[in-house]
């Protein structure tokens, strides 16, 4: 196995005893990880209560460059599939395939093999998903650019799946590199827009953020809206932070830039920050959700020191939550309900460690701590939820730059209180376990308040638990 080792912007680090064996170079081409000779160091690390297991449930056998993901469903069986987006870069060994692909889901298993491989190769660093056209059938929205500043393409869905040529090619007014996406209504009438982040290639790095508007059937080939600032984007997202109705976007910017949120004024976006985080650190990813349950949507950002949350206050942001992971450089970041609890927890994965992190919600709070930490033996590079087995629990699907390239965790039901015998069911059988240790003072299954002893309170707390069932 090839372990990653260190990461740095633009250069390879070394560790003295191992002998290197190659390198991986991210899907913006902005970060290099040496790759060195050594045991296959996988490992899980999870607090009580985390979601998912130690190992994948299912994994591809294909070695390719995962630089987008999601979880949809493509071809309107009713069952999620896996689209994959693939990336092109100066990587060591080399990849000698960049084709974007999609797992199909039949009746809850993934194919073990693609069957939907793109016509054409495109570096593809962002996958999107939704139904441009309306058309009543999901398309394919892919973030494509790299050094040939490939134009992002649409890839549209139909009655029998999805097309493997893109029936739709963006024409930019300036070549760039598109590095990541997002669709939402952006003018409020009913279809979907598009906005995508962007940057350029040295000597020319910098490039604005575009506006693609949705005009009923479809995108616009040329964006009619720009940002005023030029500079390197790499991370989207789209929520109403000061509750005026409309959904604003937060964009996370590279070193010497400051992530921030553009405000959408009544469907129009403007063209400047309505705020930032007066930081010009090295940001990537970021997310909005409404973690505290306050009624306004907090702004996760992939910060490099430490990754963040923004806590929102009635439009107000101030800094509510900092991670304490070991190692800080996020590749995406995601706030979604992970384990199905009714709140929001907070989802990273990293590129150059190959670690992806799951941060908890208890309470409004979320641990600071990852509460579950997948480390793979390679470098990491995207993230997606959803459900893929059909058993109503979100499941993870992570990808990565190497000989596994996609790793697909399920999601695991919550522990069931009244569950005393784990069969999974609270029946006659556990209700009787729970009689005979209040009978007898077993303390470590009757006690349910933890006062020390079997009482009346413990009773009726088993009763309630036993009548909600599993």
């Known amino acids: 196995?090839?372990?990653?080792?260190?990461?740095?912007?633009?250069?390879?680090?070394?560790?003295?005893?191992?002998?290197?064996v190659g390198f991986e170079v991210s899907e913006d081409g902005l970060l290099r990880a040496s790759l060195l000779r050594a045991g296959d160091t996988s490992a899980t690390r999870a607090a009580a209560g985390a979601p998912f297991g130690s190992e994948p449930d299912w994994q591809n056998d294909i070695r390719r460059q995962v630089g987008g993901l999601k979880i949809a469903d493509m071809n309107g069986d009713g069952w999620n599939d896996l689209v994959v987006g693939i990336y092109q870069s100066n990587s060591y060994p080399p990849y000698p395939d960049y084709h974007d692909v999609i797992y199909f889901n039949t009746g809850g298993e993934l194919e073990a093999q693609p069957s939907w491989i793109a016509d054409d190769e495109t570096h593809t660093g962002d996958v999107l998903v939704g139904d441009i056209n309306g058309d009543g059938f999901?398309?394919?929205?892919?973030?494509?650019?790299?050094?040939?500043?490939?134009?992002?393409?649409?890839?549209?869905?139909?009655?029998?799946?999805?097309?493997?040529?893109?029936?739709?090619?963006?024409?930019?007014?300036?070549?760039?590199?598109?590095?990541?996406?997002?669709?939402?209504?952006?003018?409020?009438?009913?279809?979907?827009?598009?906005?995508?982040?962007?940057?350029?290639?040295?000597?020319?790095?910098?490039?604005?953020?575009?506006?693609?508007?949705?005009?009923?059937?479809?995108?616009?080939?040329?964006?009619?809206?720009?940002?005023?600032?030029?500079?390197?984007?790499?991370?989207?997202?789209?929520?109403d932070f000061d509750g005026d109705g409309d959904l604003d976007i937060g964009v996370a910017k590279w070193v010497n830039f400051e992530s921030g949120i553009y405000r959408n004024n009544a469907g129009t976006l403007e063209t400047t920050p309505i705020w930032t985080t007066g930081d010009d650190g090295t940001d990537k990813g970021s997310a909005f959700g409404d973690i505290d349950a306050n009624g306004w949507p907090d702004f996760g950002l992939g910060h490099d020191e430490p990754t963040r949350v923004y806590g929102n206050d009635g439009g107000n942001l101030a800094i509510a939550w900092e991670s304490d992971a070991p190692f800080y450089g996020p590749q995406e970041v995601h706030i979604v309900d992970v384990d199905d609890d009714g709140d929001l927890d907070f989802a990273e994965v990293h590129f150059s460690d190959g670690r992806a992190h799951i941060y908890l919600n208890e309470g409004g709070h979320l641990s600071v701590q990852p509460s579950w930490t997948y480390d793979a033996p390679t470098v990491a590079s995207a993230m997606a939820f959803g459900d893929i087995n059909g058993d109503g629990i979100t499941d993870l699907a992570i990808g990565y730059s190497g000989d596994v390239s996609v790793r697909v965790f399920y999601g695991r039901p919550p522990a069931c209180a009244a569950d005393l015998d784990g069969d999974g069911d609270a029946d006659a059988d556990d209700f009787f376990l729970y009689l005979d240790a209040f009978a007898t003072g077993n303390t470590g299954v009757c006690d349910l308040d933890a006062d020390g002893d079997c009482d009346a309170d413990d009773f009726f707390g088993y009763l309630d638990q036993f009548s909600q069932g599993c």
Request: glycine residues 14%.
């Open 1 to 20: 196995m090839r372990r990653r080792m260190g990461i740095g912007v633009l250069c390879i680090a070394s560790s003295a005893g191992l002998a290197q």
């Open 138 to 239: 999901n398309d394919y929205f892919a973030i494509s650019g790299g050094a040939a500043f490939r134009p992002v393409r649409i890839y549209f869905g139909n009655q029998t799946g999805i097309s493997t040529s893109a029936g739709w090619i963006a024409s930019p007014p300036r070549p760039g590199w598109a590095t990541s996406g997002v669709l939402f209504d952006i003018d409020g009438d009913g279809d979907l827009d598009a906005v995508t982040t962007n940057q350029g290639v040295s000597p020319d790095p910098y490039r604005p953020m575009h506006f693609f508007r949705n005009t009923g059937s479809g995108l616009e080939t040329s964006p009619s809206w720009v940002s005023a600032e030029e500079s390197i984007q790499n991370g989207l997202s789209a929520g």
